[in-house]
């Protein structure tokens, strides 16, 4: 499967966790375009594949929609 350009994983997986095996990145380290392994509103479903059908150890994961605080920096 072919490499997605950012924009349109955003439109397509609106406000959903996203799980990428290879991904495009630029020199901020913001995603450019990537493959998608896995997709999912719940964040625990993420984390399940990656614990039991995951082969690779290097991924990306980010959030397609708004993220809001307060945050906490321990």
Request: charged share 35%; aromatic share 14%; with cysteine.
């Amino acid at each position: 499967m072919e490499k997605q350009k950012w924009e349109n994983i955003e439109k397509t997986y609106k406000d959903e966790w996203i799980l990428m095996d290879e991904w495009d990145e630029d020199q901020f380290h913001s995603i450019l375009a990537g493959h998608v392994a896995c997709h999912s509103k719940d964040r625990d479903e993420i984390d399940e594949y990656i614990s039991t059908k995951m082969k690779k150890i290097h991924f990306a994961i980010r959030y397609t929609g708004e993220v809001t605080g307060p945050f906490f920096i321990l």
